[in-house]
Structure formats: structure tokens, C-alpha cells
């Protein structure tokens, strides 16, 4: 069982930064891929970033490639959201998750139904 508790969510003007942080309860944090995801008001849910367990390798959405950065301290149980640059099309809760789904594509992983736990979500808002 993992439990995920995101936090850094908050309101910023566009062409700000914020970073997200999850919190992973658990001594199995380094088996898990870990993504961030994302829903805006009246749209499904959307996959943002993954990041592999030992942290070496990340897949983004084309929406977010260089301006996200997503990574992980194993240490610390924790994976990070930087965002930077934003726009008021990132508006959206954003949640983490964790998968123990094995793939050698870290494309695959940008299904939400591959994904076992998720935390409760934080809210972003970008301003024009």
C-alpha cells in the first residue's frame, strides 16, 4: 500500500514557476514509476510527466517538454514537479501517481488505467 500527498500547488501569474512535491509513504517508494497528471474543469484527465524508479529516464507530454521537469529523491520518498514558464492552459488540479506496471517504453506509460495509486490532487492556477 502507498499513500500520496501532493503540496506546492497555488495560484501564479503566466510565464511563472511553481514546484509540485508528492510525498510517498511506504518503504517500496523505488519499485514504483512515478507520473503527474493532470484535469482541467470539464476534461478528462491528462498525463503530464513519468519518471522511471532509479530516476534515470523521463517521458513528457508534448504539451509540457521544456518547460516541466519532473524528478525524484529516493531518499526522501518524494518525486517533483518544476514548472516553469507557465500558461493559463496549465490551469488544472494536478495529481500524482504511482505505477507497478513494468515497461521498457516509458510511452506506455501514459495510460491512467496503468497506474495504482494516486493521491488527492492540488490545484494550479495560471493567470492571463
Known amino acids: 500500500q502507498v499513500q500520496l500527498a501532493e503540496s506546492g500547488g497555488g495560484l501564479v501569474q503566466a510565464g511563472g514557476s511553481l514546484r509540485l512535491s508528492c510525498a510517498a509513504s511506504g518503504r517500496t517508494f523505488s519499485r514504483y514509476f512515478m507520473a503527474w497528471f493532470r484535469q482541467a474543469p470539464g476534461k478528462d484527465r491528462e498525463f503530464v510527466a513519468v519518471i522511471s524508479r532509479d530516476g534515470t529516464a523521463t517521458y513528457y507530454a508534448d504539451s509540457v517538454k521544456g518547460r516541466f521537469t519532473i524528478s525524484r529523491d529516493i531518499a526522501k520518498n518524494t518525486v517533483y514537479l518544476q514548472m516553469n514558464s507557465l500558461k493559463p492552459e496549465d490551469t488544472a488540479v494536478y495529481y500524482c501517481?504511482?505505477?507497478?506496471?513494468?515497461?521498457?517504453?516509458?510511452?506506455?506509460?501514459?495510460?491512467?488505467?496503468?497506474?495504482?495509486?494516486w493521491g488527492q490532487g492540488t490545484q494550479v492556477t495560471v493567470s492571463s
Open positions: 501517481a504511482a505505477s507497478s506496471f513494468l515497461s521498457s517504453r516509458l510511452s506506455d506509460y501514459v495510460a491512467s488505467n496503468n497506474y495504482d495509486y
